[in-house]
């Protein structure tokens, strides 16, 4: 697992970073779908690939935390990474 700030995981998904109001939607819904194409994946399609995420990694956005929850290879050998607002914790 990994912890990324969003100016990294920017650096990571290639040339069309996640815009604002992509970050502004997904904290209004609460979740999201970020893909990303196969030139930000290192590997051949064939081989386990590096990708810029991996489901468990967290994604901090400002105040808020994005946990990737699911990871999904397309056809074109890029990603579709779900990703969910992790909630608040109540410190008890």
Known sequence: ???LTRS???SRVGPRPPSDAFWRRAID???AALSVGADAVAGDADE?????????D???VADHAFVVVGVD????GGRIYRIELVGDRDED
């Open 1 to 3: 697992m990994r912890r």
């Open 8 to 10: 990294e995981l920017a």
């Open 29 to 31: 819904r609460g979740e």
């Open 48 to 56: 386990d690939a590096t990708a810029p995420l991996d489901t468990g």
């Open 58 to 60: 967290i994604v901090d």
């Open 73 to 76: 290879r397309t056809d074109a």
